[in-house]
């Protein structure tokens, strides 16, 4: 018998951006306490001392007799049992690095849709392999889910993956509102994959609208985007999945096509004419597209999947590859 929360478990959160921001306000909307890792000083003491976060989703007011934020991450630890991992991939190590405190009775759920660079590891296998955590005591919430929408309340569709169906539905019913739907998965592998992965396609839509192309040929690549994501994910962990589902295409399509997505941008920046370099400079939030293309690009080394569309996005941002040539290479593969 795997590791049970309890139904009392009580929230902390690691990270203070939009979807950091945003998850908070939704736990807090159903009465749910949470502690709150920020280590950002202008956002900590905001938060404190106006229940606003000063930099991200300012708009939303906190109810802060449900917060308690601190800088203190062992603070955090020791006074939750499920532990909301919101941080840029990235930074994660950063994140962690001060951590004292034993992660043995927690439940670690990611929220973080990236991979960290040089590990060349998920979020979930990060923990796994550097906190010595069985898979009954990691998981993650996934799916289309711009925080600017979810913090606005307009109706959103989550899946949280984890391998006991009962821990899944207590985490999820602490999110569970009139505008927030949720989902439950036990393929843990396959979502967080394809959450890490859509990004790097999104990136590819944004550097097709930079360069030029329309609605049609867009259509055309995202739909190569489904396939190809499907095609690594199967062949790298074989499971039953339905990869049509809202975590898997939903998350796809929404990154490809709103507004709202920074991996779209940073292509569309790239496309327009902007170096790599400067486009990401120009970036005011990570876009994890960024570093998945590098990842994925040596994840696939061992699986040999045929991956045309990551490995032009690779190209361009690693190998400073023509974006008009290689865009025009690809359209001939399609």
Same mark, same amino acid.
């Given at each position: 018998?795997?590791?049970?929360?309890?139904?009392?478990?009580?929230?902390? &959160?690691?990270?203070?951006?939009?979807?950091?921001?945003?998850?908070?306000?939704?736990?807090?909307?159903?009465?749910?306490?949470?502690?709150?890792?920020?280590?950002?000083?202008?956002?900590?003491?905001?938060?404190?001392?106006?229940?606003?976060?000063?930099?991200?989703?300012?708009?939303?007011?906190?109810?802060?007799?449900? @917060?308690?934020?601190?800088?203190?991450?062992?603070?955090?630890?020791?006074?939750?049992?499920?532990?909301?991992?919101?941080?840029p991939s990235a930074y994660l190590k950063d994140f962690m690095k001060d951590l004292t405190a034993p992660l043995d009775d927690k439940f670690i759920l990611s929220a973080t849709k990236g991979i960290i660079p040089d590990d060349y590891k998920t979020i979930t296998e990060y923990f796994r392999d550097t906190y010595g955590l069985g898979y009954d005591h990691l998981g993650l919430i996934s799916g289309p889910s711009h925080a600017e929408e979810v913090s606005r309340n307009k109706l959103s569709y989550l899946t949280v993956a984890c391998t006991d169906r009962e821990n899944g539905e207590l985490?999820?019913?602490?999110?569970?509102?009139?505008?927030?739907? @949720?989902?439950?998965?036990?393929?843990?592998?396959?979502?967080?994959?394809?959450?890490?992965?859509?990004?790097?396609?999104?990136?590819?839509?944004?550097?097709? &609208?930079?360069?030029?192309?329309?609605?049609?040929?867009?259509?055309?690549?995202?739909?190569?985007?489904?396939?190809?994501?499907?095609?690594?994910?199967?062949?790298?962990?074989?499971?039953?999945?339905?990869?049509?589902?809202?975590?898997?295409?939903?998350?796809?399509? %929404?990154?490809?096509?709103?507004?709202?997505?920074?991996?779209?941008?940073?292509?569309?920046?790239?496309?327009?004419?902007?170096? &790599?370099?400067?486009?990401?400079?120009?970036?005011?939030?990570?876009?994890?597209?960024?570093?998945?293309?590098?990842? @994925?690009?040596?994840?696939?080394?061992?699986?040999?999947?045929?991956?045309?569309?990551?490995?032009? %996005?690779? +190209?361009?941002?690693?190998?400073?590859?023509?974006?008009?040539?290689?865009?025009?290479?690809?359209? +001939?593969?399609?």
């Amino acid at each position: 018998m795997g590791y049970k929360l309890k139904n009392d478990a009580r929230f902390g &959160v690691i990270g203070y951006g939009s979807w950091a921001t945003a998850l908070v306000y939704a736990l807090q909307r159903n009465g749910q306490h949470i502690w709150w890792h920020i280590r950002n000083q202008e956002v900590l003491e905001s938060i404190q001392t106006e229940g606003r976060n000063a930099k991200y989703l300012n708009d939303i007011e906190f109810d802060n007799t449900l @917060i308690d934020a601190t800088p203190d991450l062992n603070e955090v630890v020791e006074n939750s049992d499920i532990i909301i991992v919101a941080a840029p991939s990235a930074y994660l190590k950063d994140f962690m690095k001060d951590l004292t405190a034993p992660l043995d009775d927690k439940f670690i759920l990611s929220a973080t849709k990236g991979i960290i660079p040089d590990d060349y590891k998920t979020i979930t296998e990060y923990f796994r392999d550097t906190y010595g955590l069985g898979y009954d005591h990691l998981g993650l919430i996934s799916g289309p889910s711009h925080a600017e929408e979810v913090s606005r309340n307009k109706l959103s569709y989550l899946t949280v993956a984890c391998t006991d169906r009962e821990n899944g539905e207590l985490i999820g019913s602490r999110f569970c509102t009139s505008t927030m739907k @949720i989902r439950y998965s036990a393929d843990i592998y396959g979502i967080e994959y394809a959450g890490i992965l859509k990004n790097i396609y999104a990136l590819a839509g944004g550097l097709a &609208v930079g360069l030029g192309y329309g609605d049609n040929f867009r259509a055309v690549l995202t739909a190569a985007g489904a396939a190809e994501m499907t095609r690594f994910i199967q062949e790298s962990y074989p499971f039953e999945r339905n990869t049509m589902d809202s975590a898997y295409l939903g998350d796809l399509l %929404v990154t490809s096509y709103s507004n709202f997505s920074r991996n779209r941008r940073l292509g569309q920046l790239i496309g327009h004419g902007c170096t &790599v370099k400067s486009a990401l400079n120009e970036m005011t939030m990570i876009a994890e597209g960024y570093f998945a293309a590098e990842c @994925i690009k040596h994840i696939n080394e061992r699986h040999g999947v045929e991956m045309p569309i990551a490995d032009m %996005v690779y +190209d361009i941002l690693y190998k400073r590859a023509n974006p008009r040539r290689r865009m025009k290479e690809l359209t +001939d593969r399609l």
